[in-house]
């Protein structure tokens, strides 16, 4: 939705919601299996079942200010924007069925041999604007910045910090190139500017807690630490560009 506040100032506001499911069912027949009965095992069909919903929303503010006079022309904008992503899902495997055709749904399986259920929330919270002035298209001039917050990070790492500059001068509208008709265009640009990145997994700043196997403490499931340890400095990733 965009909203024409007065003349040359715009506020606009965007909401995108994408939902994905998915999921499957493995049936594995006995004459499938590997036999292994020769080492006293038993030969059982299997059905594999897994389950996973993925949802993305991303909600927008945003307000334009365009302005164009005797050859002057200025243009702003800020905003702030909020992603939100969550995947969820989880898998069986059963085993030892009466038959090969017909009952072969979970209820018909003796047992439930593995299970696993997992879940993450993660979010982005962004501010950002732009400040550009040119005049007669010829010598032009560019302000960014932005700033975002990841869940991703722990305390005192979350929020990054990205400016950028930027300045043009378009060279074949100037008085001594206009005798070059064989040039269509020729611009000098000098730019300077930070970009980040959280392409890491979620929460590795914090240590987690897993069940353990069913072999430790007399059989019964024991609460131990995740194997990964945790890095509470982990941050954004930060690159720094300079171009000409």
Do not use: C
Not at 216 to 224: E, H
């Amino acid at each position: 939705a965009e909203y024409e506040l007065f003349k040359n100032f715009k506020l606009r506001g965007d909401l995108s919601v994408a939902s994905y499911t998915g999921g499957s069912n493995i049936f594995s027949p006995t004459y499938a299996q590997d036999d292994f009965s020769v080492y006293g095992s038993n030969l059982y069909a299997t059905l594999n079942t897994n389950t996973s919903d993925n949802s993305n929303t991303s909600l927008n503010f945003r307000a334009d200010y365009d302005w164009k006079q005797d050859g002057h022309h200025l243009y702003a904008m800020g905003g702030i924007g909020f992603d939100r992503y969550s995947n969820k899902g989880e898998s069986h495997t059963y085993e030892e069925f009466p038959d090969n055709e017909i009952l072969t749904d979970p209820g018909s399986a003796a047992r439930d041999t593995y299970y696993t259920y997992f879940r993450t929330d993660q979010g982005l919270n962004s501010i950002y604007s732009r400040l550009s002035y040119g005049y007669l298209d010829r010598y032009l001039a560019e302000a960014n910045f932005r700033t975002d917050e990841s869940s991703k990070f722990g305390p005192g790492n979350k929020r990054a910090y990205f400016p950028a500059l930027s300045l043009g001068w378009r060279m074949n509208k100037e008085k001594f190139m206009q005798a070059a008709s064989w040039l269509n265009d020729l611009k000098l640009r000098l730019s300077w500017g930070n970009t980040g990145s959280t392409n890491i997994d979620n929460f590795l700043y914090r240590q987690f807690f897993v069940r353990g196997s069913n072999d430790l403490w007399g059989g019964k499931p024991a609460i131990v630490l995740d194997p990964n340890l945790p890095n509470r400095n982990v941050q954004w990733e930060k690159t720094r560009e300079y171009n000409a």
